[in-house]
């Protein structure tokens, strides 16, 4: 068998295209997506891109989930801080930094998530995003 007779191994092409969005994601992609995403999981920030960027329907779900995020860490710190109060509550007291380190981990990983193109659904909360 000759040199020629051998198959050649392609070097390996440079993947230009980005990844395709998820399901059911027919929208236009903005310009500032990325930021967009960041803001959508930084507390009251999510409002930014829920009400500028409308067209982009993935935004706006991140968005949402990110609102709905923030609800549920405020309602959860109201909640232990007023057992908190209690007589019995010094040792639900403890457990208020773990809330606050927890909610920053969901917050850090579903912006990570969005910024490559997916979504980190929670469970028990993102199914409300559609209802929102």
């Given at each position: 068998?000759?040199?020629?007779?051998?198959?050649?191994?392609?070097?390996?092409?440079?993947?230009?295209?980005?990844?395709?969005?998820?399901?059911?994601?027919?929208?236009?992609?903005?310009?500032?997506?990325?930021?967009?995403?960041?803001?959508?999981?930084?507390?009251?920030?999510?409002?930014?891109?829920?009400?500028?960027?409308?067209?982009?329907?993935?935004?706006?779900?991140?968005a949402?989930?990110?609102?709905?995020?923030?609800?549920?860490?405020?309602?959860?710190?109201l909640?232990?801080?007023?057992?908190?109060?209690?007589?019995?509550?010094?040792?639900?007291?403890?457990?208020?930094?773990?809330?606050?380190?927890?909610?920053?981990?969901?917050?850090?990983?579903?912006?990570?998530?969005?910024?490559?193109?997916?979504?980190?659904?929670?469970?028990?909360?993102?199914?409300?995003?559609?209802?929102f």
């Open positions: 068998m000759s040199d020629q007779d051998t198959p050649q191994a392609e070097a390996p092409q440079e993947q230009t295209e980005m990844p395709p969005p998820p399901p059911g994601s027919d929208s236009t992609e903005s310009a500032n997506r990325g930021v967009m995403i960041i803001l959508s999981y930084l507390w009251i920030l999510a409002l930014i891109p829920l009400l500028l960027e409308k067209d982009d329907k993935e935004v706006q779900w991140h949402k989930n990110g609102l709905l995020l923030t609800m549920a860490e405020v309602i959860l710190q909640l232990f801080n007023a057992i908190a109060v209690t007589g019995i509550g010094c040792v639900f007291a403890i457990f208020i930094p773990f809330i606050f380190i927890g909610f920053t981990v969901i917050r850090v990983i579903a912006i990570v998530k969005g910024l490559n193109g997916q979504r980190f659904v929670i469970p028990g909360l993102s199914q409300y995003v559609d209802k």
